[in-house]
T-cell receptor, first 115, second 111 residues
């Protein structure tokens, strides 16, 4: 039973390039969450998506960041024109339903390094 | 005031002892509470969830919730060196289902 899958696990980009992070939820899960963990800081919520819908993007930076969860395929977190401050671990989590009591299971993360 | 607060540690405990971790939260309407364990360089792994006042036990772990005091704790009995990790307290507020995390408590279990 595969868990949450994320790729790539490590991503290196130069300033100004684009970063695309992918997340496939656990089988049977239709709710996806993205969190960011900056070096020496805690995990921060970014965005919550269901298939084809963004439900809550209150944690997303206003510029350069976008997310989608298409009908087919993985959820994608896209960062345009990356800057050094974007270097962080990006974790995706999924849950079966969107209730507050549902457990969110985390993927292994994508570690983004911006040179 | 941070929404979820934890002592950053490190909390050093001898092997076999009880580790006690504390967490306070600011939103009185919070309804779901979670403890995750995160090893260095790895992703968070759920240890316990608790939703109502009182204690909840699972193996060597016991979570305690006191909504009146806005306080949730985690006890680790018979601590093992493999328990050395950062423990994250996470809360879901009354509206929505996004996790709000504390900064984590680093636990070191010494043989």
């Amino acid at each position: 039973n595969a868990g949450v899958m994320q790729n790539p696990r490590h991503l290196v980009r130069r300033r100004g390039q684009e970063a695309r992070l992918r997340c496939s939820p656990m089988k049977g899960h239709s709710h996806v969450y993205w969190y960011r963990q900056l070096p020496e800081e805690g995990l921060k919520f970014m965005v919550y998506l269901q298939k084809e819908n963004i439900i809550d993007e209150s944690g997303m930076p206003k510029e350069r960041f976008s997310a989608e969860f298409p009908k087919e395929g993985p959820s994608i977190l896209r960062i345009q024109q990356v800057v050094r401050g974007d270097s962080a671990a990006y974790f995706c989590a999924s849950s079966r339903e969107g209730r507050s009591t549902d457990t969110q299971y985390f993927g292994p993360g994508t570690r983004l390094t911006v040179l | 005031q941070k929404e979820v607060e934890q002592n950053s540690g490190p909390l050093s405990v001898p092997e076999g002892a009880i580790a006690s971790l504390n967490c306070t939260y600011s939103d009185r309407g919070s309804q779901s509470f979670f403890w995750y364990r995160q090893y260095s360089g790895k992703s968070p792994e759920l240890i316990m969830s608790i939703y109502s006042n009182g204690d909840k036990e699972d193996g060597r772990f016991t979570a305690q919730l006191n909504k009146a005091s806005q306080y949730v704790s985690l006890l680790i009995r018979d601590s093992q060196p493999s328990d050395s990790a950062t423990y994250l307290c996470a809360v879901i507020k009354a509206a929505g289902n996004k996790l709000t995390f504390g900064g984590g408590t680093r636990v070191l279990v010494k043989p």
